[in-house]
């Protein structure tokens, strides 16, 4: 929060996911606080860092897909987080140079650090709103969004690894108002915690986030399917965060054979598309 001098109170005593997130990144914004919810979390589920590896490149390989293959142009990202490369204007503007992308959130650390946010492509237009999802009239009436973004033509919403922050049913009705006004060929982009694949290890990651203050629900196969429901979704479906390639189809890449099993999937992946 900004003070009366408009210095910004990055609030370092209290953890925020978008910093543990950042941490588990390997990132240096973060602080004490948010180290040692990351140490509890890790606790319940040590393999916490290569599932925000495997959030990141999630949307980079459905970024991608978006904008090289179904011609995508416009992206609204929100959750941002803390910059790590590549940023979500990065993946898009390697095929599309044009593509415009306005990202979102709540920390004030992230809007600290917006201006890495902002360099994108010259033929290109990356904005930066802070702003909060449960305020989804908020976010779309920013005039950042308004001028940034044409609702006339397909946008991407992209909320990675944020829809668990927020429990309850209010989720639903806060994800249904920012698809309402994007035009017909929009896309839903989401990844999204579940105790599915492993309740065990995934109930102590939400216990963990509880316990240090940061609100958490993880959803099964239905709740997160509900947020497609209305939508067209598109191959492979919604599937492990790991498991989703365009059109199901993972491409031949050697592979080092450690003998080690693979740690269960944390999460769904999903990219649908509005009718």
């Known amino acids: 929060m900004p003070h009366g001098d408009g210095r910004v109170d990055l609030q370092q005593d209290q953890p925020?996911?978008?910093?543990?997130?950042?941490?588990?990144?390997?990132?240096?914004?973060?602080?004490?606080?948010?180290?040692?919810?990351?140490?509890?979390?890790?606790?319940?589920?040590?393999?916490?860092?290569?599932?925000?590896?495997?959030?990141?490149?999630?949307?980079?390989?459905?970024?991608?897909?978006?904008?090289?293959d179904?011609?995508?142009r416009q992206f609204l990202d929100i959750g941002t987080g803390i910059?790590?490369?590549?940023n979500l204007h990065q993946a898009a503007q390697e095929s599309t140079p044009d593509a415009r992308v306005v990202y979102v959130d709540n920390d004030p650390l992230v809007l600290?650090?917006?201006?890495?946010?902002?360099?994108?492509?010259?033929?290109?237009?990356?904005?930066?709103?802070?702003?909060?999802?449960?305020?989804?009239?908020?976010?779309?009436?920013?005039?950042?969004?308004?001028?940034?973004?044409?609702?006339?033509?397909?946008?991407?919403?992209?909320?990675?690894?944020?829809?668990?922050?927020?429990?309850?049913?209010?989720?639903?009705?806060?994800v249904d108002t920012l698809l309402?006004?994007?035009?017909?060929?929009?896309?839903?982009?989401?990844?999204?915690?579940?105790?599915?694949?492993?309740?065990?290890?995934?109930?102590?990651?939400?216990?963990?986030?509880?316990?240090?203050?940061?609100a958490m629900e993880a959803r099964d196969y239905a709740g997160v399917h509900r947020f497609f429901e209305d939508l067209d979704v598109l191959d492979p479906g919604i599937v492990a965060i790991d498991r989703w390639f365009p059109g199901g189809v993972e491409p031949e890449v050697p592979r080092l054979v450690s003998g080690a099993p693979e740690p269960a999937a944390a999460g769904y992946a999903a990219v649908g598309r509005k009718r």
Do not use: W
């Open 180 to 214: 309402a006004p994007l035009a017909s060929g929009s896309y839903l982009v989401m990844t999204h915690l579940t105790t599915d694949f492993d309740p065990r290890m995934v109930e102590g990651t939400v216990q963990a986030y509880r316990g240090s203050g940061i």
């Open 112 to 174: 600290a650090h917006a201006r890495a946010l902002l360099v994108g492509r010259p033929e290109g237009k990356t904005r930066y709103v802070e702003s909060d999802v449960t305020e989804p009239e908020r976010i779309l009436a920013a005039p950042d969004v308004q001028q940034t973004l044409n609702f006339d033509e397909p946008i991407a919403l992209s909320l990675i690894a944020l829809c668990h922050f927020v429990p309850g049913e209010r989720i639903y009705e806060i």
């Open 83 to 86: 910059p790590t490369v590549p």
């Open 16 to 68: 925020h996911s978008a910093r543990i997130y950042d941490y588990f990144l390997g990132g240096q914004d973060n602080y004490a606080a948010d180290r040692a919810a990351a140490e509890k979390i890790e606790q319940a589920i040590p393999s916490v860092r290569a599932v925000a590896r495997g959030n990141r490149q999630f949307m980079v390989r459905a970024v991608r897909h978006l904008a090289a």
């Open 70 to 72: 179904l011609g995508v």
